[in-house]
C-alpha cells in the first residue's frame, strides 16, 4: 500500500513567521512531488511541484526534497492570514500518471 | 492557462435519482481526467481514473455501476451519481492532466452533492 504521511496539525504559527509542513511517503519510486493549498470548501490548488533533489524556490514557498529520506517539505516565509489552509502533500506513483493525497496539515497563522 | 471548470457547483437531489456531474478543461486538453470524492474534515479519496476514449479504471471498493464515467472528449469528463442515496452526499472534484505528458493535476472547483 502506497501512502503519503502528514502531520495532521493544526501547526499555527504567528504572522511574518515560517510555517514548515513536512511529509513523507512510501514509494521509493517516486519521481514527481506536489504541495496543494485547499481553503475550506474549497477544491485543492497547487502551489508548487518538485522533481528533484534539493530546494526549489517560488515567491515565499520554497519546496524541499529528500528522495533518500523519502522526505518533502514546503517552507512557507512571512506567513500571512490569508496562508491559513489545509496544505495537502502529493506523490506521483505508477509512472506519475496517479497520484496519492496525503491527508493533509492544517496551518493556522494568526495575526 | 490549465483551467478546469465543473458544473453544476453544488446540487440538492432526492433519493433514488442521478445526477451527472461534468468537468472540462478549458484550455488545455486532458489526457487524463480523476474524479476524487471527500466527506468534510477528510482527504481527497480517488474513486477512478478516466482516459479518452476508454473505460474508465475505478479504485477498489467504488462501484462502476453507481459512478459512471465517461470520458468522451479531450476536454469533457462526466461523473453520473446513480440511485443516489443520502450517503453519497459528499464533496466530488475532479482533476485533469494536460496531454504534454506534465503529471500534474489541476483541479476543478468541485460540486457539492447533497441527496435528501
Known amino acids: 500500500q502506497k501512502e503519503v504521511e502528514q502531520n495532521s496539525g493544526p501547526l499555527s504559527v504567528p504572522e511574518g513567521a515560517i510555517a514548515s509542513l513536512n511529509c513523507t511517503y512510501s514509494?521509493?519510486?517516486?519521481?514527481?512531488f506536489f504541495w496543494y493549498r485547499q481553503y475550506s470548501g474549497k477544491s485543492p490548488e497547487l502551489i508548487m511541484s518538485?522533481?528533484?533533489?534539493g530546494d526549489k524556490e517560488d515567491g515565499r514557498f520554497t519546496a524541499q526534497l529528500n528522495k533518500a529520506s523519502q522526505y518533502v517539505s514546503l517552507l512557507i516565509r512571512d506567513s500571512q492570514p490569508s496562508d491559513s489552509a489545509t496544505y495537502l502533500c502529493?506523490?506521483?506513483?505508477?509512472?506519475?500518471?496517479?497520484?496519492?493525497f496525503g491527508a493533509g496539515t492544517r496551518l493556522f497563522v494568526k495575526a | 492557462g490549465a483551467v478546469v471548470s465543473q458544473h453544476p457547483s453544488w446540487v440538492i437531489c432526492k433519493s433514488g435519482t442521478s445526477v451527472k456531474i461534468e468537468c472540462r478543461s478549458l484550455?488545455?486538453?486532458?489526457?487524463?481526467m480523476f474524479w476524487y470524492r471527500q466527506f468534510p474534515k477528510q482527504s481527497l479519496m480517488l474513486m477512478a481514473t478516466?482516459?479518452?476514449?476508454?473505460?474508465?479504471?475505478?479504485e477498489q471498493g467504488v462501484e462502476k455501476d453507481k459512478f459512471l464515467i465517461n470520458h468522451a472528449s479531450l476536454t469533457l469528463s462526466t461523473l453520473t451519481v446513480t440511485s443516489a442515496h443520502p450517503e453519497d452526499s459528499s464533496f466530488y472534484i475532479c482533476?485533469?492532466?494536460?496531454?504534454?505528458?506534465?503529471?500534474?493535476?489541476?483541479f476543478g472547483p468541485g460540486t457539492r452533492l447533497t441527496v435528501t
Open positions: 514509494d521509493r519510486g517516486s519521481q514527481s
Open positions: 484550455d488545455f486538453q486532458a489526457t487524463t
Open positions: 482533476s485533469a492532466q494536460g496531454t504534454s505528458g506534465s503529471v500534474e493535476q489541476y
Open positions: 502529493a506523490v506521483g506513483v505508477g509512472g506519475g500518471f496517479k497520484t496519492i
Open positions: 518538485i522533481y528533484s533533489n
Open positions: 478516466s482516459n479518452e476514449g476508454s473505460k474508465a479504471t475505478y
